[in-house]
């Protein structure tokens, strides 16, 4: 008796396996139906969560067929429990390097408006700086930014990136930032006017940053808003403490950083 496939699809409407591949902690992937690329963040009952380099999460159920990996249409499955072990990554994201030592310090530097801002860009990207050679150092303001220039001398392989706050159209930072024009200087900001606000709200404990009115110190304005004691060293140590990775900080400010680092750091 000739025996019969009992699959009756004919062959070239048949759809070619893909492979399945565990939704491992960090892997990138883009969702097909939305287009939505982002890293796993959850994998759980059947539904991925994807985050994307602004932060954005998004929560996807893991269908056949239903993802890119490299341009390639795979179907995600639950990771073993004992799955393979991924890099290590740094604070800031970038694949740790177990046992490295810190390179000897460049000519160029990294300079922070605030002592504040120091703490942050070091709690999250100290690994990776440690590792480039790259010194970062806090000015107390930038008044006097274009002559804090001229006395570092920077030159094309002592290059130095300078990362100030409330750098927008027609402020005071800008006018200043305006007067110094050497290629072997790059000067970034953030748009906030004060460092606490690249810190996500939510990785803080609070629906969102107070409005301050104009001419209100804004550190003590922010304390009395949130019922916080008005130490406002106590209050960035809180908020500070909150800060684990770059997923806590605004992209505003995440972007900046990455940008003085990779031009310090150019060859």
Not at 71 to 91: D, E, K, N, Y
Not at 136 to 149: F, H, K, Q, S
Not at 227 to 243: D, F, K, Y
Request: glycine share 8%.
């Amino acid at each position: 008796m000739r025996s019969y496939n009992p699959d009756l699809t004919p062959p070239w409407k048949r759809s070619a396996p893909v492979p399945e591949v565990p939704a491992e902690a960090d892997l990138v992937v883009e969702e097909v139906s939305t287009g939505f690329c982002g890293a796993v963040i959850r994998c759980e009952a059947g539904t991925v969560t994807l985050e994307d380099r602004f932060g954005k999460h998004r929560v996807f159920p893991m269908e056949p067929r239903g993802f890119l990996l490299e341009g390639r249409v795979v179907t995600l499955v639950r990771p073993s429990a004992a799955g393979p072990a991924r890099p290590a990554r740094t604070a800031s994201g970038s694949i740790a390097v177990p046992g490295a030592r810190a390179r000897v310090a460049r000519a160029g530097r990294i300079y922070v408006e605030g002592r504040h801002d120091a703490e942050l860009v070091e709690r999250v990207w100290g690994d990776d700086l440690r590792i480039e050679g790259v010194v970062v150092e806090y000015l107390e303001g930038i008044d006097d930014l274009p002559a804090i220039v001229a006395d570092f001398a920077p030159a094309a392989d002592a290059r130095l990136g300078i990362l100030v706050d409330h750098l927008v159209p027609g402020s005071k930072e800008s006018r200043i930032a305006a007067q110094v024009t050497s290629p072997d200087v790059l000067i970034v900001g953030h748009p906030y006017i004060d460092v606490w606000e690249a810190v996500k709200p939510a990785s803080v404990g609070i629906p969102a940053w107070p409005v301050i009115p104009h001419g209100q110190d804004w550190k003590t304005g922010v304390c009395r808003a949130l019922s916080w004691p008005e130490n406002t060293g106590a209050a960035w140590q809180h908020i500070l403490s909150r800060v684990h990775s770059y997923k806590d900080l605004e992209p505003q400010l995440l972007g900046r950083v990455e940008e003085l680092i990779d031009f310090v750091t150019a060859p």
